[in-house]
């Protein structure tokens, strides 16, 4: 199994860097930590107004099909079911030149109904999983040869892992990203990297120690456990795997330092761990990256 990555100049799983290196802002780290949570807060806030009014939070343009069929990512939100940090997912893939069709899959109940209830549904979270895998299934079925990747946010880790679960063996996707996880740590990701071909890659931050080591202690991870999260510790691979730890080895892994927060606004906290420019700059690569798998 590949070590954990702590990867501060770029580039992601051991690759060459591709990230470029961003415009330096005049403003020192903390305030632009401030301005950038700030900001978030004002967006959140000004979506939730939309949708009480009737509007949609989110102008997506509709993919074509020449789109669909050159590839689909698919974004799961966290349990805020949508915000601000769906928009900067998919800004960030957007900027990376990720190609063909970007959509959002709306799993949680929306704010304020959903959040922790998003959380602790397990039934509803794996008939979502389930609704997934439908609509992974049926974009094969239409375009075969179109790539399909998956980008999770906190708790739609839980979703996005039961969808590639209820895949048939002989009909994978192409690879699972995974930013501020909320699953168990020692979660078995057998089936799941089983399911695609060029495996996982999962962010983690030991700063992120609020959501995703204490919450996640008392409320519980998206597989109901109470344990520590893949987003605050990363990837485990848990003793009685052993034998089947070559798999693991589809697994990549992100660990935050601070040169992430200069570089691309990942300060290691769960606010930020959809950064835009982190997106552009480490997890557009991976997805475009076909000499994976």
Known sequence: MPDKYN???GGVGGTASVAATRVRSPLPPFARRAAMMGYHHVRFTAMMIKRALGHPIMNQPSPSNSDLARGLTIILPGI?????????????????????AIEVFYWGRAFPEGYFSNLIDLRRNRSKGTELARVILNHQDRFPKSPIHLIANSG???????????????????GLVILAGAASNNYDLRPVLRRTRKGILNTYSQRDFVILNLGTRIFGTAD????????HWGFVVPPELQEDAHLYRKLTQIKWSPEFGHRCDWWGNHGTSTSPEFVRCHVAPWITDTSRG
């Open 7 to 9: 990867l501060p100049t």
């Open 80 to 100: 805020e079911a949508s915000g601000p940090y769906v928009q900067d997912m998919y800004d960030g893939l957007a900027a990376g030149g990720v190609p063909g």
């Open 156 to 174: 739609g880790v839980g979703p996005a892992l039961f969808a590639v679960e209820e895949l048939p063996i002989n009909r994978p996707i192409d």
């Open 224 to 231: 109901r456990k109470f344990c520590v999260s893949c987003g």
